[in-house]
């Protein structure tokens, strides 16, 4: 569990919230990726945590013609809840490491993303033929739409996570899927 470690260290520490110019406010499902207005973005999910309640968005980049941007497949920010409500984007730390993603393109313009700090699951973004995307993930040993994950560390010591939970809805029915993943 040194991943969920690492995870909680500088997940949990939300350093260096620098506030983005101009983008105050709660983000809708879709909308634009700041540095270029041609491209839109969908919302796919979120990691919120017990610290406070500021909260990262992982939003699919979507180019013209309802493809996923395979050089840059998600806009991954944090919503500063706790204060504000402004955009901010991540530091270095936190791209590089717990925030952060890497990318893989497969095929059909489906990309593969492994989070930095939970790589045990590969994340499938799969487009369908409207220009949606969604961010496909084992949940309780089910194919699931991902929507949330929730990171609770142990009160005064942020560096030490309890448990993360998963949460979606099942790929095939729609019906919400949980998982509960203990730090042993």
């Given at each position: 569990m040194r991943l969920l470690f690492i995870f909680?260290?500088?997940v949990l520490s939300n350093l260096n919230l620098s506030t983005y110019n101009g983008m105050a406010g709660t983000y809708p499902v879709k909308g634009t990726v700041p540095d270029n207005p041609s491209k839109k973005t969908q919302r796919l999910f979120v990691i919120e945590r017990n610290m406070n309640k500021n909260t990262v968005c992982y939003d699919a980049v979507i180019l013209p013609g309802g493809k996923i941007d395979i050089s840059n497949p998600i806009?991954?920010?944090w919503i500063d809840y706790a204060t504000t409500g402004k955009r901010s984007e991540l530091n270095y730390l936190q791209r590089h490491m717990a925030y952060g993603y890497s990318s893989e393109p497969s095929a059909a313009g489906?990309?593969?993303v492994t989070l930095k700090a939970f790589a045990k699951r590969k994340i499938l973004l799969l487009p369908d033929?409207?220009?949606?995307?969604?961010?496909?993930i084992k949940i309780n040993n089910n194919e699931a739409q991902l929507t949330k994950i929730f990171v609770s560390a142990k009160p005064k010591s942020y560096t030490k996570v309890d448990f993360i939970e998963l949460y979606g809805n099942d790929a095939r029915s729609g019906k919400p899927v949980y998982e509960k993943i203990l730090n042993q």
């Open positions: 909680s260290f500088l806009d991954a920010y489906c990309v593969y033929s409207k220009g949606n995307v969604k961010s496909l």
